[in-house]
């Protein structure tokens, strides 16, 4: 894959892989926590003939820029990076794919009814209203999703430097991933990323700067009323059903989110379903994202 380090008009320096031929229908992937653009490693050969892949590491990640402010990140920036690196690539119309903390900008970005944004493919990354409903209403969820109130905690990193980057992989990353699928030398890059300089605040002021609601275990709390518009763009939805973290409770009504919507379950996979089980995966997207 071809590297290339943007300038975007959000402000930041945002380094991204790009695959595939130049004139094939243009897919934007966004990776999430605590990865890079290398979530669609095992992906992207699987996808390059027929699609010209854009797969960024996103704000705070990777090789991109790190900015150390919590305001830095919240959900509206985040958003206008997604099109700010469309306008960088002289891209007018896209598909989108996310997973996790990506899967929830591709989310906002299909809400938003933005038009440049023509299918929404999500792996792996919960519905923003499901999700907030199953935080309050979910016991398994919640007691599943309890890391993210650590992860907001001021002062973690000096924990994670006092540890050590391969005891928090090893507490953090790897009882939510097959093990057997990461080689040493992969290991190995996720810490040297983890380790850069301003990279671990980076990646935490995603949780930070988001407004989800994460109740303790054991209280009561209401629900909140809002609801979001259905997604007018087809969608497909493709799910690890064995992720710990997000338990199949966020499947309850997907359907019902917009008006063309496909479901793809893979037994038997974990949360990181783009590397874990990428010819599954790329089976669900390949015609999707072909309009078939």
């Not at 490693?41 to 960024?56: E, I, N, Q, V």
């Not at 792996?123 to 907001?152: C, G, M, T, W």
């Not at 379950?265 to 990181?272: A, C, D, I, M």
Request: glycine fraction near 8%; charge should be negative; include cysteine.
């Amino acid at each position: 894959m071809e590297q290339r380090l943007l300038e975007l008009s959000t402000g930041i320096r945002m380094n991204v892989a790009l695959a595939g031929r130049a004139d094939a229908p243009p897919v934007i992937l966004l990776h999430g926590f605590p990865e890079s653009h290398r979530t669609w490693r095992s992906l992207a050969p699987l996808l390059a003939d027929d699609f010209r892949l854009a797969m960024p590491d996103q704000r705070g990640f990777g090789a991109s820029d790190k900015p150390q402010d919590v305001a830095d990140y919240e959900s509206e920036i985040l958003l206008a990076d997604l099109f700010a690196l469309a306008d960088a690539l002289e891209i007018e119309r896209f598909a989108l794919v996310g997973h996790d903390w990506g899967g929830a900008i591709a989310w906002m970005a299909a809400l938003s009814g933005n038009p440049r944004v023509e299918r929404l493919g999500i792996v792996n990354s919960p519905h923003p209203l499901i999700f907030q409903k199953s935080l309050i209403e979910d016991e398994e969820q919640r007691a599943a999703s309890q890391y993210i109130r650590a992860f907001r905690k001021q002062g973690l990193e000096r924990m994670v430097e006092g540890i050590g980057f391969e005891a928090f992989f090893d507490k953090s990353f790897a009882p939510h991933v097959d093990m057997t699928k990461v080689s040493a030398e992969e290991r190995q890059r996720y810490i040297a990323d983890w380790s850069q300089p301003g990279a671990l605040t980076a990646m935490l002021n995603w949780y930070r700067a988001s407004k989800l609601v994460v109740p303790p275990p054991g209280i009561t709390v209401p629900v909140p009323d809002f609801a979001l518009p259905k997604i007018d763009i087809p969608v497909c939805v493709i799910w690890g059903m064995d992720d710990r973290a997000l338990r199949p409770v966020q499947l309850e009504g997907i359907e019902e989110v917009g008006r063309d919507v496909t479901v793809v379950p893979l037994p038997g996979v974990g949360h990181f379903a783009p590397w874990e089980a990428p010819e599954a995966v790329a089976d669900g997207l390949r015609p999707f994202l072909a309009g078939r």
